[in-house]
């Protein structure tokens, strides 16, 4: 059952490989001593993050029937899925935003603080696991209601990491830099790289 309850997992996970591009492009910021590129290296992953996990918010309905239609589950497990897929579905861009915080600050040699990050977070997940199931009963509706909520804890702490560990300048930033179509082609392409390999 649980391979058939995690196709939202799944598919998130397929493009974990945010964290790996954002890690290489935060260590280069960083051998370089670039300021702007350090905070470039954060900013651009981070609004293909976000981009993405909305469109999976947006077009959940589609993604999930594609996902039940290859598994072919039976129809209790149907139900199930569409439960725990409805539920965690909204934490899409908060999963893909804890990728790019944590290869952000892998790059920047910020282990401590990464790990810190990622410990966390499933020591909530899974206290709250036992918590909703066990105690309350909530069954898979618990186990995604848990997921949910130590992702936006996970996401609040990462945020916070980065105020602490980022220590940003945007002053010299305009939205032309930020935005740089050449850019995030480039993001784009390393990322399909390292999807394909």
């Known amino acids: 059952m649980d391979s058939k309850l995690t196709h939202k997992s799944y598919l998130i996970q397929y493009i974990g490989f945010l964290r790996?591009?954002?890690?290489?492009?935060?260590?280069?910021?960083?051998?370089?001593?670039d300021e702007k590129d350090?905070?470039?290296?954060?900013?651009?992953?981070?609004?293909?993050?976000?981009?993405?996990?909305?469109?999976?918010i947006l077009f959940q309905k589609m993604?999930?029937?594609?996902?039940?239609?290859?598994?072919?589950?039976?129809?209790?497990?149907?139900?199930?899925?569409?439960?725990?897929?409805?539920?965690?579905?909204?934490?899409?861009?908060?999963?893909?935003g804890n990728y790019v915080i944590l290869g952000w600050l892998m790059g920047q040699a910020k282990l401590?603080?990464?790990?810190?990050?990622?410990?966390?977070?499933?020591?909530?997940?899974?206290?709250?696991?036992?918590?909703?199931?066990?105690?309350?009963?909530y069954n898979v509706g618990g186990v995604a209601v848990a997921t949910l909520i130590s992702q936006i804890i996970g996401f609040g702490i990462g945020c916070i990491l980065m105020i602490t560990c980022g220590n940003f300048n945007f002053r010299n930033l305009t939205k032309n830099v930020v935005f740089n179509k050449e850019a995030f082609k480039s993001i784009m392409k390393c990322n399909t790289d390292l999807q394909i390999l």
């Not at 790996?20 to 001593?33: F, I, K, R």
């Not at 072919?72 to 539920?87: G, R, V």
């Not at 810190?116 to 009963?137: A, G, R």
Request: glycine share 4%.
């Open 112 to 137: 401590k603080e990464s790990l810190f990050m990622q410990i966390t977070t499933n020591v909530v997940n899974i206290v709250l696991d036992l918590l909703l199931v066990q105690v309350f009963n």
């Open 38 to 56: 350090r905070i470039l290296a954060f900013i651009r992953p981070m609004c293909i993050a976000i981009t993405l996990g909305l469109t999976f």
């Open 63 to 96: 993604i999930g029937n594609f996902a039940l239609s290859i598994l072919n589950p039976s129809e209790d497990i149907k139900n199930l899925a569409d439960k725990y897929f409805s539920i965690l579905i909204w934490g899409a861009p908060l999963v893909l």
């Open 20 to 33: 790996v591009s954002t890690s290489a492009y935060s260590a280069h910021a960083l051998g370089t001593n």
